[in-house]
C-alpha cells in the first residue's frame, strides 16, 4: 500500500436523519454514511470520525460524560466507545447480537451503555464502557424498541420505548451481579380512557389452568393457546422523557400526554386533545420529541412548531412558542441545559435558546436524501458539484461548505462538467440535457436545454479539451454536443450505435486534431450481465460539420468494434488501451488496441484479449475511472472501497473504505483535474465524500520517466484549456436565464413555414393518405426530420402537384373498375396464386391452434369429468336416488352409502369379537340350568323389551337392533365409548340398507308399472287415432332424480350447436341414414302380425270393414236428377239408404266399445298409479321412523363423541399442566441455587462488614493506648478532637441544587466531587498546625492526625459498605419474594391438577343417558329447586295433571283479581269521599278567616272621605291622583336617566382600573410559574433539610393542633344543640304570642 500512496479524507457531507447528538456544549455529532461527523455550533467547523469497523449503525452520545458510542454494520457486530475530544477508543463491546443494534444509550450516572439488538435475539444489554463489560442482559426485550434512555438520576432505571408499548426495566445489583426486571406500563386506549383489569382467579380452581372454553380436541401443545382476554387498541407512544422525580413525560402520536410514575406504574393523562379545555394549538398536535429545560417541558411536533409546556397538576398550557422553516423530529438539549438542537428529517439544525431568544438560528443546512453523483469542477479543483435523487443540484467548497444550490424541479440522472466554461451538463429522465451556469455560486441558473431522448438520459461525457459533449440514453443514438457556450451548445448529429450504452469513456492528448471516445455497448437488451462490445470513434475536432449529413447522422471515417470474452460492466480509454472491469470474473483487465485500428471497417469486429488481469472487487459490480493525467485508475463497487492504482501497474494500489456496503457502496466516482482529489457518492448512505491522494514519490517518479511524452501533452492542454476558459466563460455568464427570453424569430420562422405548406383537398384525400400534425413537444432528431420534410416539401412542391392529379386521375379508374368488378365472379379475383396459397396455409394454421386449445379444453374437462365421475359417482357403492308419486308431489329418496373401508370392517369385526369374548365372559359357567332359571331369564328379557325407552331410540322398535351394544348405563371407559360409536355406525349403516332394499323394489315396481303405462298408453293411443280423437295422453317418465345416471350421459338433443363430422364420419352416417330408410321401407309388424294370428284377422277385419268402409251411391245418383230415376233405380238407391244406414249404426256401436274399452285402459292406469302412490306414501312413513332412529343414534353418537373429546381435551390440559408444573420446578430449582448462591454471598459480605466495623471499634478504642504518654486531660482533649468531624453545608448545597435543577449539570461520577475527597480536603484543613492543641508537639500533633485519618477512611468505608450491604440484603429479598411466589405456582398448579383430574373421574362415572319419553310426560323436580339439588333429582307425570293444575290456578287468579278490584273501587270511592270533606274543611276554614279579617279591616282617612262622595267627585279626585302620579313618574324617569349617566361614567373610569388591574395581574401570572417552582422547591429543600429535632417538634406540635381540633369540635357540637334549642324556644313563644298582639293593636 505504501509504495503506490495514502488517501485521506478530506471531507464528507450527507445527513441521513437519524439523531443529533451532544458530545459536549457546542459540539454535535451525527452518522454520515460510515463516518461520524461532529460540528462545532460557535465555529461552525467540522471533523470526521472513521469508523473502525464496517459501516456506522445506532449512536448514542453523552456530553456531560464526553462520551459517544456507536456500533457497526455487518454480521456479529461490536460496539465502539470513543472519548471526546480526544477521540480515543476505550473499549470495543462484543456483545451476542448476530445482526445489528437497532438503538443506543449512554448514562449520565456512570459509565453505562444501554444497547438493543435487532433479530433474531432482540435483546436489551447494559455495558460498563470502561470497563468493557456486560453486566447483564434480557433476550426477547426488544422486538421493536425505537428508544432506549437512562433515568438521569438514577441509572438503574431503563425506559424502552417501541411502537406500542413503554416498558421500564430496572436493575438490580447484588455484589457484582446485575439483574434486569421488566416493567410493562399499560397505556391508554385509544379515547384516553383505563381498561379495567380482570379480577384474580380463585387458588382453588385457577382458571388460567382449566379454562372454561372448550378447547379442540388436538393437543394444545402444538397450537399457541387463544387468548381469553379481550383486546383492546391504545394509543402509540412516540416521544419520552425522564423528570428530576424519577417521573417519565410520554408523548403520543394521538396528541396525549402522560405522566407515568416508573416506581408505581401508574399513568395519569396530563393533556387530552379531546378534552373541551384543550388549548386549541394542541389539539391536533403529534407529539415527536421531549425535552424537560429550566422554562418547562418542549415539545416538537410535525407542524413546524415547538411549544414550552407549563404542566401544573392536570392542567397544561402554552407558554412559549417558536416558528420554524420546516418539521423537525428530534429535539436534544445540551449539557449546559441552555441550548436546544432541533433536527428534521430534510437535513435542517436549529440552535434554539429558549431563554434568550424567540427565534431559532439555523446552523447546517445540507438536505436529505440520496446524492446521485457528484464532479470536481475542472476550471476550479476546488468546488464540487453533486446532484441529488431529488433533482437538488449543490456546489461545495474545498473544507465542505454548501455554497449554493439549485432545485432543477425534475427527475435527473447524470452530471457532468465542463473543462472550458463554469458550467455543469445534467441529463434528466425526461430526456432532455440541462445546462446550469455555476459562474454565481449564490445564484446558480438554467441557462439552456436540449430535448434529445423520450427515455431518460444515462450517460454524459464531456472530453478532456472541451471539444465536444457526448450524451447516450435507451435507444441506439448517441448525440456528440458542441460544448462550447459560444455555439450555444448546439448539436452537432448522432452516431448509430449496435446496442445499449453502458458506459462512456473519451481521450484527447494535447495538440491532437481528434478526440477518441469508447462505447462500451450491450447486445441483448437485458443490460444486468454487461456488454461484449467495445465501439472506439474518432471525432475530427475542426472538420466535423463535414461528416454529417442533412438528417444529423455522423458519418466518421474512423471507427473500430472490438468483441471480447466476457462482458464488462464497466471501462475506461487510455492511450492506446482500455481498462475493464469484469463482474463475472470479478477483475480488471488492460485491452492492448491494435495500432492499424483505423484501417479497419466499422462493421469488422476483433476479438480482443486480456493483456493483463488483476483482482477486482470482493463485491461488484464495479466502475472504473481515469485520471485526466491517464496516471491513475480508480475503481468503486458494491463493497464500498475506494482503490486507485497506478496505470503502469496494476497490481497495487491503495483503498479506502468510503461507504457502507450493506446499503449499497458506491454509486459514482470523480477526479479532480490534477488528479489528486477523488469524489464518491453512495447508494443509499446519503454521503458525499472528498478523499485527497498523496501518491509516493517513487510511483509518481516511475510514471513520469515512463510516459514523458504524455505528461508533455498534458501540459500542453493545460495551456489551451487556459486560453480556452477565457474565452468561452464571459460567453456563458452573458446567457440569459432559460425560459425568460422567447426565440421570437425561430417561431415566426415556423409559423410561416407552415402556413406555406401546400394545402390539400380533404376530399381528394384517400385513406391511407394521413396529414401529420406537428409535435409540440419533439425531440432534436424529430424536429431535424420535420425540417428536412418542410424543406422537401418546398423544392418538390410541383413535382407532388403533379402527382396529385396523377394519382386523382388514378382514384378515378380504380372506382371504376370496382364497380366492374362488383358483378364479376370471385373466382376471377384470385390472380396472386402464391398469396392464396400463403392465405390458406395461415388459415389452416390458425385452424389447426384453434383445434388444439379446443382439444385441450375438451382434455381438461374430460379430465375434470373422470375426476368428479370416480370420487363422487364410482366411489358411492347406493347411488343417491328418488321415487317421485304420479298423483302427487311427494318425494321418497333413499340413503346414498358409501362402501365400508378396509380399516372400518376390521374395526367392527375387531370390537363384534370383543363383545362376544365379554359376553361370553359374563354367561356363568357350571351344570345345566333349570327351568326356573330359563323361566327367570324369560321375566327378565320381558322386563327389558317393557323398559325399550332406555335404549334411547326406536331402532329396536323398527326391527333393527345389534346383540353387541353395550348398556347405556355401562359406558364407563373411554374404549367402552368409542367401540359403542363403531357398533351404533353399524346399526345406522344396517338400518339405512334395509330401507335401501325396500327402495330398490318399489323402484323396481315403478318401472315395471311405467311399461304397462306405456303399452296401455299405446292402445289409448290407438283408439283415439281411430276415433280420431285429439286429447293429450298423461304419459308419465322417471325423472332425473329417479334415474341419476342419465346426467353423466349427453344425449344429441342437449346439443345446440351443429357436431362437426370428419368426412370418414360423413360417409359413414350416411350409410347409417340410409339403412334406416330401408328398414322403414320395408317396416317391422312382428307385433302386427302375431297379434293378427292371435285374433285370428278378426280385429283388423273389422277395424277395416267398418270404420273405413263406405257404400259408394249408385252411378245413377250422381248422374240423373231424382225425377229421371226408374223404378228399379229407385229400388236400388232404398237399397242403397238402408245399407248406409245398417253400416252407420254398426260404426256407432263400434265407437261406443272402443270408448268403453279406452276408458277401462285410463281407470287401470289410474287405479295402478294410485296404489303405487298409496306404498310410497307406507314408505315415506318408514323413512320417517328410520330417520328419526338414525337421529337417535346419532345423537347417542354425538354425546358418546362429545364425552370421548371431552376426556381427551382434559388428559391434553393434564399434559399441558404436567409439563408447566416441570418447568415451574425447574424454575424453582434455579430460583433456589440462585438464592442459595445470594444468601452465601451476603452472609460473606455480612461476614466482612462485621470485621470492618470490629476493627473500627478496635481503632476507636486503641486511641488511649496510643497516647498513653500524655497527661489524662490532653488524652481527652485529644479524644474530642479524634471524634470531631468537619461540617458539610449539606442544607446550602441543597439549595444550590434545589434552584438550579433544570440549569445545572446532573450530577455523575465524573462531574460531581467526591464525598472522600471533599473529607480528606476538610480533614487537611483540621489538620493543619494552626488548629493543634496547647503543649503537644508537632510529632504527637502528625501522629494523631494520622490516626485520625485512618478512622474516618474506615468510617468512611463503614458507610460504603453498609450501603452495598443494605442493597444486597434488599436484593437477597426480592429473590426470596420471587422464590416464594414460584412456591405458591407450584402449589396452584399442583391444586389445578387435583382438581382436573377430579373432574375428569366424575365425568367418566357421571355418563350421558338418552331416554325416550312418551307424548304427554312432562319432566319437573320432586324437590324444591335450589342452588344444590338444581338439575338432580326429577320426576314425570303426565301431561294432564299439570294442566288441570294451570287450569284451576288459573280460575283462582281470576277470582282474586275480581275481588281485588272490587276492593280497590271501594276503597276508591271511600278515599275520594274523605277528599272531598277534606276540602270542605279547607273551605270552610278560609270563610272563618275571611270573616275574621273583614271585621278587623280599617279604612284610611281617604277610604272613609270616598266613602262619602258622589260618583263626580270620585271620578274627579281619582284624576287629580293619576295626574299627579304622571308627573312623579316624569320626575322619577329624569332622575333615572341622570343616575344612569352617572352610573356609566363611574363604570368607565372602573373599566379604565380594572385594565390596569390586569395588565399588572399578567405581569404577575408571568412571574407566578417561576414563583411557584421556587416555593415547592424550597418546599422540598425546606423538607428534606429537616433535622430529627424539627420532627420531634412537628410531631408535637400536630399533636397539639389535633387536640386542639377537636376541643373545638366538641365546643362547636354543644353550642350549636344549645343554639338548636334556643330557635326552638323562640319559635314557640312567636307561635303563642302572635294573634294577642293583633287583638291588642286593634283594640288600641
Known sequence: MN?????????????????????????????????????????????????????????????????????????????FAYDFPGLSLKSELKGNAQLDYTSLTLSDGGPYLGSCSSFPDFSITVWDWEKAEMLCTQSQAGQDVVSLEFNPTNWLQLCALDTTTLTVWKIERCGHFHLMKPSSIQLPAANGSFAEELPPAPTKNPSRFVPETRLPAISALSKEKPSLLPTRGTITPSALCWTATSQLYVGCAEGYLLLVDSESLSVSVLFNPAAADAPPDLRSFCFQALTLSGDGLIAVGTERVAHCLQISGTQTSITQTWQLETPVSTAVLAPDNETLLLSSNTGQLYLLKPAESERAEKVLDVLSGNFL??????????????????????????????????????EVTSLACCPVARYAAVGAASGKVLFVDLNDEEQLCLVHEVYLYHAAVAHLVFDQEGHYLLCSGSDLHLYVLDARPSARFSVIGYIDVPGCVLSLSTQCLGGSEEVKVLALCAAQQDTTDGGSMLIVLSLPVSSIAECVDRRGCLHLPKASSYNVLHPLTSCALGVGEVFAYCHRNKALQRFQ??????????????????????????????????????????????????????????????????????????????????????????????????????????????????????????????????????????????LPVWGQETPVSSSTTEEQEVSCAPSIDVTEQDERYLPTAPNPIATWLESKQEAIVKEDNKQFSETKRNLRETVRELRATIHKMLRENESLPEEQFNLDLEEQRRLEATVEQEAERVKAEIEQDIMKKWYLWDVLRRECWDSVMIKSRRIDAFHSEMSVKNYPLRERAEKEQEDLRRVQNMRKIEKAACRPSGPKRSSSDAEEERQEEGQEAESAALIGSFSAQLGYSSPYTYNQFSLQTVEQRINQIILLQDLIYGI?????????????????????????????REIMLELDLKQKLWEPSLSDGERPERLLTVDDSEIKAEKYLTPEQKKLEERRRLEKEAMTARGDDSRERALDDMMEGVLEVKKVDIL?????????????????????????????????????????????????????????????????????????????????????????????????????????????????????????????????????????????????????????????????DLPQHKIEELYKLFRRRPRVQRLRAQ????????????????????????MFKAMEELDAPENMPEEINLSTWQRFC??????????????????????????????????????????????????????????????????????????????????????????????????????????????????????????????????????????????????KDIKMLRLSEEQQDMKYRSKKDQSARMLEKISTMEKSIAFMIKTHQKSVQQRMRKLERMNRKLMKIKESSASLEQELPGTQVTVAELRNVYEAAATEENEVAEREERYQEVLQRSNLQDLARVQSEDLDLLWKEVERLERRNFPSLDELQYNS
Open 1108 to 1268: 273405413k268402409m263406405e257404400i259408394p251411391p249408385p252411378e245413377f245418383a250422381l248422374t240423373k236428377l231424382e225425377i229421371q230415376w226408374s223404378e228399379e233405380e229407385k229400388k236400388l238407391y232404398k237399397e242403397y239408404e238402408k245399407n248406409t244406414k245398417d253400416l252407420n249404426e254398426e260404426k256407432e256401436t263400434y265407437k261406443r266399445t272402443l270408448e268403453v274399452e279406452m276408458k277401462k285402459l285410463q281407470e287401470s292406469i289410474k287405479d295402478a298409479t294410485e296404489k303405487f302412490d298409496e306404498s310410497l306414501s307406507k314408505l315415506f312413513e318408514k323413512k320417517v321412523q328410520c330417520t328419526l332412529a338414525i337421529y337417535q343414534e346419532e345423537l347417542k353418537i354425538t354425546h358418546l363423541a362429545d364425552a370421548v373429546l371431552s376426556v381427551e381435551e382434559m388428559n391434553n390440559q393434564e399434559q399441558e399442566l404436567r409439563l408447566k408444573l416441570e418447568r415451574v420446578l425447574a424454575y424453582k430449582m434455579t430460583t433456589e441455587k440462585d438464592l442459595k448462591r445470594h444468601e452465601d454471598e451476603v452472609e460473606q459480605f455480612q461476614y466482612e462488614y462485621d470485621n470492618i466495623v470490629a476493627e473500627d471499634k478496635v481503632l476507636d478504642n486503641n486511641f488511649r493506648k496510643g497516647f498513653k
Open 593 to 734: 488496441l491494435p495500432e492499424d485500428a483505423d484501417g479497419l471497417s466499422s462493421r469488422q469486429m476483433v476479438q480482443l484479449k486480456p493483456g493483463e488481469e488483476v483482482k477486482g472487487h470482493p463485491l461488484g459490480p464495479a466502475s472504473l475511472l481515469l485520471s485526466p493525467d491517464c496516471m491513475w485508475l480508480a475503481s468503486v463497487g458494491r463493497d464500498g472501497l475506494l482503490r486507485i492504482r497506478p496505470t503502469a501497474s496494476m497490481e497495487q494500489y491503495c483503498e479506502l473504505r468510503c461507504h457502507s456496503c450493506r446499503l449499497g457502496g458506491v454509486r459514482s466516482v470523480s477526479f479532480s483535474a490534477d488528479g489528486h482529489s477523488v469524489v464518491t457518492t453512495g447508494f443509499r448512505d446519503g454521503s458525499l465524500q472528498c478523499t485527497i491522494l498523496r501518491p509516493s514519490c517513487a510511483a509518481k517518479d516511475a510514471y513520469e520517466e515512463k510516459n514523458k511524452d504524455l505528461m508533455r501533452y498534458h501540459r500542453a492542454a493545460a495551456v489551451t484549456l487556459k486560453a480556452a476558459f477565457e474565452c468561452e466563460n464571459p460567453v456563458l455568464m452573458n
Open 1346 to 1491: 494520622f490516626v485520625r485519618k485512618t478512622k474516618v477512611e474506615s468510617e468512611q468505608k463503614i458507610k460504603m459498605e453498609a450501603l452495598n450491604l443494605a442493597e444486597m440484603q434488599a436484593f437477597l429479598h426480592r429473590r426470596r419474594e420471587e422464590d416464594h411466589a414460584a412456591q405458591e405456582e407450584i402449589k396452584q398448579v399442583f391444586e389445578a391438577l387435583l382438581s382436573l383430574q377430579n373432574k375428569r373421574n366424575q365425568h367418566l362415572i357421571n355418563t350421558t343417558v338418552q331416554v325416550i319419553l312418551k307424548q304427554g310426560q312432562v319432566e319437573t323436580s320432586s324437590t324444591a329447586p335450589t342452588a344444590d339439588t338444581a338439575g338432580t333429582d326429577f320426576i314425570l307425570f303426565h301431561r294432564s295433571v299439570g294442566d288441570n293444575l294451570r287450569k284451576n290456578i288459573r280460575t283462582l287468579a281470576e277470582q282474586k283479581v275480581a275481588s281485588m278490584e272490587a276492593r280497590r273501587e271501594i276503597r276508591k270511592y271511600v278515599i275520594q269521599l274523605e277528599w272531598e270533606q277534606r276540602v270542605m274543611k279547607k273551605k270552610m276554614d278560609d270563610l272563618n278567616d275571611k270573616k
Open 3 to 79: 509504495e503506490v500512496g495514502n488517501l485521506e479524507i478530506s471531507w464528507i457531507q450527507g445527513f441521513t436523519r437519524d439523531n443529533v447528538e451532544f458530545v459536549d456544549n457546542n459540539t454535535v455529532c451525527y452518522t454520515c454514511g460510515d463516518h461520524i461527523c461532529f460540528l462545532n455550533l460557535e465555529t461552525k467547523t467540522r471533523s470526521v470520525l472513521e469508523s473502525p469497523g464496517r459501516g456506522v449503525g445506532a449512536l448514542a452520545a453523552n456530553g456531560r460524560r464526553g462520551a459517544l458510542a456507536f456500533s457497526e454494520r455487518k454480521v456479529s457486530p461490536s460496539i
Open 1295 to 1318: 439549595m444550590e441544587n434545589a434552584s438550579n435543577l433544570f440549569k445545572q449539570p446532573r450530577p455523575n461520577s465524573s462531574q460531581a466531587p467526591d464525598g472522600l475527597s471533599q
Open 992 to 1020: 339405512k340398507m334395509a330401507f335401501n332394499s325396500d327402495f330398490e323394489a318399489l323402484h323396481r315396481r315403478k318401472v315395471q308399472e311405467l311399461r304397462r303405462l306405456e303399452d296401455r298408453n299405446k292402445l289409448v
Open 373 to 410: 453523483t457528484a464532479a470536481l469542477l475542472c476550471t476550479d479543483k476546488t468546488v464540487c458539484v453533486s446532484l441529488r435523487e431529488r433533482g437538488v443540484l449543490q456546489l461545495w467548497s474545498s473544507d465542505g461548505a454548501c455554497l449554493g444550490s439549485l432545485p432543477l424541479q425534475t
